[in-house]
Nanobody
Framework: QVQLVESGGGLVQAGGSLRLSCAAS????????MGWYRQAPGKQRELVAT???????NYADSVKGRFTIARDSTKNTVSLQMNSLKPEDTALYYC???????????????WGQGTQVTVSS
């Protein structure tokens, strides 16, 4: 089995910063892309940022210049540094990883349990 465990999040005032972390563990053969998604109440889950094995990053337009994604492939961890937070960033944030588990020959998507980020105005 593969597990993704998130940490960080919380309540912060607009303009503040938070850092999210996620660690993948278990029967992992290889980790491909990792990333963060978020879902606000009444809205669909949306991409926030992703990073490939080679370090290429992709950001939602709404967070470019404010959020930074980073990964440590040796530890199967990914982080999201969020600066200049806005009330519209309030959401449940999910870690995602595309992983080939041992004993399988295919990439599967794994998700964390979600961590709440609330930005007050």
């Amino acid at each position: 089995q593969v597990q993704l465990v998130e940490s960080g999040g919380g309540l912060v005032q607009a303009g503040g910063s938070l850092r999210l972390s996620c660690a993948a563990s278990g029967r992992i053969l290889m980790t491909n892309a990792m990333g963060w998604y978020r879902q606000a109440p009444g809205k669909q889950r949306e991409l926030v940022a992703t990073v490939t094995r080679s370090g290429d990053t992709n950001y939602a337009d709404s967070v470019k210049g404010r959020f930074t994604i980073a990964r440590d492939s040796t530890k199967n961890t990914v982080s999201l540094q969020m600066n200049s937070l806005k009330p519209e960033d309030t959401a449940l944030y999910y870690c995602n990883a595309r992983i080939i588990a041992t004993g399988t020959l295919q990439i599967s998507d794994y998700w964390g349990q979600g961590t709440q980020v609330t930005v007050s105005s």
